[in-house]
């Protein structure tokens, strides 16, 4: 029996090269589709050196519907997974159009086109940014989704229910079962890390905007020192609290969810799972642990709170054990030590 074939589009980018490497390591074939815009063919370059496998790599723009129709023709999927979007919170609210049109145009072009071809298993790359400031935490998948603090956020919330209403409405229709459509929406909390061989991981255009990238660029001397957005929260140390997941962790649970559907193991036809540690870290708990793993010194100065920041999030990840039968595995001091190892083989 040929192995099952999985669309990934937005597929040179961080997570998505992460992923493919996981899904190929668990004998799917993989097809990396991406227009490039926000990420580098070198990243496939890396999914192919540490597979050992000559993946495809076609270069798609998600929202162009008549070239997505293109690529169907000449594969057949039997999932997809989406992560084609931007995810620059700051720049979404200087961009909104734009972040609207890509991120929401995208995620509708792959579900009509799927529909069309019969494809119905799709897992779409959510975020944990959907519940804002939580009221209660840990955050569980039923904790109440704020409003959206960004257009980037908003692009989130939108997809989740584009994803919920298609598999209400291609289900109940009673049609053929392979009409069918059936999704999973994962909600990602803060991924950090690379992959152990050092040949993929976090490649941010310019400034980074993330803490880990920020991090790692401070200790190799690129940035001067790290900016630390506040220490006036009401945490044990001052700093926020995030919920840190190593990449190669949450790689696998895409593993896991595409797995899930195509084994037919689901209880509903759309089911949304947290993916994180369940272990709030400070900023400053980071900064040291990084300290600590590498044997470095990361510089940084005590500002303001950046607008729009939530003062602590992260995972309730019962439903992801008992339900998805996933969990995190890989420790923050290996995660950490990855985030390095990964930064100083850039500069070569
Ligand atoms: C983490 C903590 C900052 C940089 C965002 C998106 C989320 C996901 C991950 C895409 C915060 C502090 C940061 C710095 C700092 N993106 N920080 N100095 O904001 O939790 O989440 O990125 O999927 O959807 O919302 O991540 O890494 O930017 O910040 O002090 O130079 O580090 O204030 O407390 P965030 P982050």
Redesign the pocket.
């Known amino acids: 029996m040929s192995n099952k074939t999985i669309l990934v589009t937005g597929g040179a980018g961080y997570i998505v090269s992460h992923t493919s490497v996981a899904l190929i390591e668990a004998g799917y074939d993989v097809v990396i589709a991406d227009d490039l815009s926000n990420s580098s063919a070198g990243a496939v370059d890396g999914v192919r050196r540490i597979t050992g496998t000559d993946v495809p790599f076609e270069r798609v723009d998600c929202n162009d519907r008549a070239a997505l129709r293109e690529l169907f023709e000449r594969y057949r999927f039997d999932g997809a997974i989406h992560f084609a979007a931007f ?1 620059a ?1 700051g720049e979404s609210v200087d961009e909104p159009l734009k972040y609207y049109d890509n991120n929401v145009g995208s995620f509708l072009s792959l579900l009509e086109t799927m529909r069309l071809f019969g494809v119905r298993n799709v897992v779409f790359s959510s ?3 959907v519940y804002g400031q939580p009221d209660v935490l840990p955050a569980t998948e039923a904790s109440p989704r704020k409003p959206a603090n960004s257009p ?2 908003a692009t989130k919330q939108i997809c989740e229910d584009i994803l919920r209403d298609a598999v209400a409405a291609y289900n109940s229709a009673g049609g053929p079962e392979e009409e069918g459509l059936r999704g999973i929406a994962l909600r ?1 909390f ?2 950090i890390g690379a992959h152990p061989s050092a040949l993929i991981g976090e490649l941010p255009r310019g400034v ?5 990238p ?1 991090i790692t660029q401070t200790a190799a001397g690129i940035r001067a020192e ?5 220490d006036d929260y009401h945490t044990p140390d001052g ?2 609290l ?1 919920d840190y997941i190593d990449i190669n962790d949450l790689a696998l649970a895409h593993v896991t969810a595409i797995g899930r559907m195509l084994n037919d193991r689901q209880r509903q036809n759309y089911e949304v799972f947290n993916i994180g540690t369940g272990v709030p870290v400070s ?1 400053l708990e980071l900064v040291h642990g990084f300290e600590r793993a590498n044997g470095v010194k990361v510089p940084y100065k005590i500002v303001a ?2 607008p729009g ?2 003062e602590a ?1 992260w995972a309730d990840t019962t439903l992801a054990a008992t339900e998805l039968g996933w969990r995190a595995t890989r420790t923050l001091e290996q995660t950490l030590r990855s985030s390095w190892r990964w930064e100083q083989q850039l500069k070569k």
């Open positions: 995810k919170v975020s944990a940014t980037y956020g990602y803060n991924p980074p905007n993330n803490l880990i920020y790290l900016s630390v957005f506040g700093t926020a995030r900023v709170r950046r920041d939530a999030v």
